[in-house]
């Protein structure tokens, strides 16, 4: 994975480049960004660059042995963790990341690093309940094998993708190893939800924070993959919101059905919010319940999108606003019940009910109460 195969990012790009070449390379560091920014590519390709022997142009050069071992993720010094998990896993049954090494492979050549934990557990077959984790008995491996001197390269690396999975327990474990790590050991966090960390792991990284991808860069990837309108590119683009995932779905058609339904549920919500109809809020809650937890996370962010854009619409800002058809005519509506007074408390709640889902927490009480906070808040301003 070279830096020239990832889409974007280029000022974070030549940061990266400029640091290894002044030998300013941090021990631990945690790379922060959603999947579609290109965070995980982003860390392999840091780490080929690293160990690349024949650098040039602000690239690794992509042929030597150990770019195409990187690139491959078989190199002897490249250590990968990751969450998992499997149905009919025995009580007790501790999981490791080297038993699905070959699909995480896969993956990621498929995907040329760019997928989602979903598209991951999906490939897993986890179904609707079960998810990925990062288990103690993993943390003994990673220090286990981090105490082993390296094969080829000035640098052991060990990369942990979604560290925020693993319990309290594992996280103890690697905090020794984080504060004092043994010479020339790289730790590479790389997280969509740095804020599950514990504190004192946060403390000991470095941050290296992935932007979204630009609009004007999405746009382009729109063109390249064959939407001929501009018009219409240019939409998608701002949709996506910075994420490559999104633009894909949303290009291929495959994000429609799932809007939709997203759409739904908070116009259901809202009108029997401002109907003060609670016994029926009570019902739309167990229904969202019933969803996937990704699922519930993507009704959340779409419903986040929806109040925004409809306090837009009321703060009289349309013209650039980016709904139309059926999401237009129901928020033009909607509009006068979002203002100033409401806007930030709808969010917060939006953004709380978010992180109980991600903790796992119980989808049925999660729901019901933030229809009914949410109840409490819609009214014609």
């Known amino acids: 994975m070279q830096f020239k195969d990832i889409i974007g990012q280029e000022e974070l790009k030549r940061h990266l480049v400029r640091a290894v070449d002044a030998g300013r390379v941090s021990h631990a560091q945690l790379f922060t960004g959603r999947a579609g920014s290109g965070a995980l590519a982003l860390a392999v390709a840091y780490v080929q660059y690293l160990c690349c022997r024949h650098r040039r142009d602000g690239d690794s050069c992509g042929e030597c ?14 250590h990968l963790v990751f969450p998992v998990n499997k149905q009919g896993k025995k009580s ?5 990341s080297d038993e699905f090494l070959p699909a995480f492979r896969a993956l990621f050549e498929e995907r040329r690093g760019c997928f989602s934990p979903q598209q991951w557990y999906d490939r897993l077959d986890l179904g609707k309940t079960l998810k990925g984790m990062i288990s103690a008995r993993e943390a003994d ?11 080829e390269s000035d640098y052991k690396t060990m990369l942990v993708w979604l560290p925020e999975t693993m319990n309290e327990e594992a996280a103890n474990k690697i905090l020794k190893i984080l504060e004092e790590p043994w010479e020339k050991t790289l730790f590479l966090l790389v ?8 504190p004192t792991i946060l403390s000991r990284t470095q941050e290296v924070a992935v932007p979204r991808i630009a609009p004007e860069v999405l746009e382009r990837v729109a063109a390249e993959r064959g939407v001929a309108d501009p018009r219409q590119a240019r939409n998608l683009a701002r949709l996506a919101d910075g994420d490559l995932l999104e ?13 939709r339904e997203n759409f739904g549920l908070f116009c259901r919500l809202m009108r029997l919010s401002y109907n003060d109809r609670h016994l029926e809020l009570i019902g739309w809650a167990e229904e969202a319940a019933g969803l996937a937890r990704e699922q519930q996370r993507a009704l959340l962010q779409d419903a986040a999108r929806l109040l925004r854009e409809s306090f837009m619409l009321h703060a009289g800002l349309g013209e650039i606003s980016y709904l139309w058809g059926e ?5 033009t509506k909607f509009a006068p019940f979002v203002g100033s007074e409401n806007i930030e408390p709808l969010i917060a709640e939006i953004e709380s009910a978010r992180a109980q889902i991600t903790q796992n927490g119980n989808p ?4 019901t109460h933030f229809a009914l906070a949410v109840s409490k808040m819609i009214k014609h301003l």
Not at 92 to 96: D, I, N, S, T, V
Not at 141 to 151: C, G, N, T, V
Not at 247 to 259: I, M, N, P, T, Y
Not at 327 to 331: D, I, M, P, V
């Open 141 to 151: 491996e990673i220090i286990r094998k981090l105490s082993f001197k390296s094969f």
């Open 247 to 259: 633009l894909e779905h949303l290009a291929a058609g495959e994000s429609d059905e799932r809007r």
């Open 65 to 78: 042995p150990d770019c195409r071992q990187i690139a491959a993720l078989a190199h002897p010094d490249l």
């Open 364 to 367: 049925i009480i999660v729901f």
């Open 191 to 198: 997280s969509e939800q740095p804020a599950l960390l514990l």
């Open 327 to 331: 999401e237009l005519a129901f928020c």
């Open 92 to 96: 007790g049954e501790a999981m490791l």
